[in-house]
Nanobody, 127 residues
Framework: QVQLVESGGGLVQPGGPLRLSCPAS????????IGWFRQAPGKEREFVAA????????DYADSVKGRFTISRGNAKNTAFLQMNSLKTDNTAVYYC????????????????????WGQGTQVTVSS
């Protein structure tokens, strides 16, 4: 069973950075596409960023392009989300998620595309 544990969330002022981490207990890290999603109170879970298993393909929500960067540490089975220039409307619980993918080096942007989810980490952007 895959286990994901997000960390790195917290309280940050507008304009500040945060780096989220998500180590995964999986057997073969190479064949997992990774996604980051977030959910604000009263709203549906929404896509933030995704990366293919090779790391060569990425995608971002329009609202975070140029500010957030998704990456994967292949040696440590860990996914990362670097968030810069944070805004108050970035406040949410952030989740990392994996999908096993042997055949296509692609990424996924929908909640229903993923099989394994972490418990989430709270990010609060406030002055």
């Amino acid at each position: 069973q895959v286990q994901l544990v997000e960390s790195g969330g917290g309280l940050v002022q507008p304009g500040g950075p945060l780096r989220l981490s998500c180590p995964a207990s999986v057997g073969t890290w190479d064949y997992y596409a990774i996604g980051w999603f977030r959910q604000a109170p009263g709203k549906e879970r929404e896509f933030v960023a995704a990366i293919s298993w090779s790391g060569s393909r990425t995608d971002y929500a329009d609202s975070v392009k140029g500010r957030f960067t998704i990456s994967r540490g292949n040696a440590k089975n860990t996914a990362f989300l670097q968030m810069n220039s944070l805004k108050t409307d970035n406040t949410a619980v952030y989740y990392c998620t994996l999908r096993q993918e042997y055949y296509s080096d692609t990424f996924y942007v929908k909640v229903r595309d993923y099989d394994n989810w972490g418990q989430g980490t709270q990010v609060t952007v406030s002055s």
